[in-house]
């Protein structure tokens, strides 16, 4: 059973339009996240949402709005795409706890934008 | 703001050998926990260990274990008798004990081969 999983694996578009990428989690989760994966591997946080409440939200486009319908969904909304968002896009989830909780991942989504 | 520090872009380790990758971070924080993840071609990412500051003990998991240097800002993972299948991209990570909504920092990444 998939823990995190993430719709579509890969996603080629041209430049302009608008996508989506859904993020699910069966672990009983509160706190889900968004990271982007650039070109050379580097992983860095875009939003987190806790309990469907925007928590983080770090210097991102506005072209780029993340939307949780409930604790266990969270979606990336992208809009104009440019060839600078081509990335992988990873979703995440964890409990929050007193301490800082475990994020478990997951597959990615590859965008790239032609 | 916190950073993490990989000073090692790759690695190479012979099956059955021993290998240790290299981790640095900074913060002010006295409250926070480090995590290495694993990141084979497949693009999952993988937890591997964690190891919360408040605890002097190195963290182990099986082949896996930490060498944590809380003074020194040092956060190690050494790897025994590697496996074809450990050949991946590591990351390690940060993340501050917050109440809500921890985000992790991430290092550039160790890229390790396994040579048979």
């Known amino acids: 059973d998939t823990a995190v999983s993430q719709t579509p694996k890969y996603l080629v578009t041209q430049m302009g339009n608008d996508k989506s990428i859904k993020c699910e989690q069966n672990?009983?989760?509160?706190?889900m996240y968004w990271y982007k994966q650039d070109s050379k591997k580097f992983l860095k946080i875009m939003f987190s949402y806790n309990n469907k409440e925007l928590i983080i939200n770090e210097t991102v486009p506005n072209r780029f709005s993340p939307k949780s319908p409930d604790k266990a969904h969270l979606n990336l909304h992208i809009n104009s795409l440019e060839l600078g968002d081509s990335a992988v896009y990873f979703c995440?989830?964890?409990?929050?706890?007193?301490?800082?909780?475990?994020?478990?991942f997951g597959p990615g989504t590859r965008l790239l934008v032609l | 703001a916190q950073t993490v520090t990989q000073s090692q872009p790759e690695m190479s380790v012979q099956e059955a050998e021993t290998v240790t990758l290299s981790c640095t971070y900074d913060t002010s924080e006295s409250d926070y926990y480090l995590f290495w993840y694993k990141q084979p071609p497949s693009r999952q990412m993988i937890l591997v260990i964690r190891?919360?500051?408040?605890?002097?003990q190195n963290a182990t998991e099986n082949r896996f274990s930490v060498n944590f240097q809380k003074a020194a800002k040092s956060f190690s993972l050494k790897i025994s008798d590697s496996q074809l299948g450990d050949a991946a991209m590591y990351f390690c990570a940060y993340g501050l004990g917050e109440t809500s909504g921890s985000r992790l920092t991430f290092g550039e990444g160790t890229q390790l081969t396994v040579n048979p």
């Open positions: 672990l009983g989760h509160d706190t």
């Open positions: 995440a989830s964890s409990q929050k706890r007193r301490y800082q909780e475990t994020q478990y």
């Open positions: 190891q919360e500051a408040y605890k002097q």
